[in-house]
């Protein structure tokens, strides 16, 4: 069974900048994409980034050009840089990966993010 376990979140100030970090325990080469999103309080959980094996990144649009999705392959290790945070960012986001074969989808615990003066 894939464990996906995010780390990162916690209480940061309008305009200030966080690193959301997803270690995998499989080879993120295994999976044909790995995403972030996320689930604000009375709404439903959305796209926050997505990173396919092969392709381009997408991004929300509420969040283009603030974050950032990367991957370290030798740590197994899926990140999201938020920069430029807003009161609206606050959510629990979730580690999400991928795979075709089999349509297997794996999901973190989440890490809370709290945007707040």
């Known amino acids: 069974q894939v464990q996906l376990a995010e780390s990162g979140g916690g209480l940061v100030q309008p305009g200030g900048s966080l690193r959301l970090s997803c270690t995998t325990s499989?080879?993120?080469?295994?999976?044909?994409?790995m995403a972030w999103y996320r689930q604000a309080p009375g709404n439903q959980r959305e796209l926050v980034a997505r990173r396919p094996r092969f392709g381009s990144r997408i991004y929300a649009e509420s969040v283009e050009g603030r974050f950032t999705i990367s991957t370290d392959n030798a740590k197994n290790t899926l990140y999201l840089q938020m920069n430029s945070l807003k009161p609206e960012d606050t959510a629990v986001y979730y580690c999400?990966?991928?795979?075709?074969?089999?349509?297997?989808?794996?999901w973190g615990r989440g890490t809370q993010v709290t945007v707040s003066s």
């Open positions: 999400n990966a991928f795979r075709e074969l089999g349509s297997e989808d794996y």
């Open positions: 499989e080879s993120i080469f295994s999976f044909n994409t």
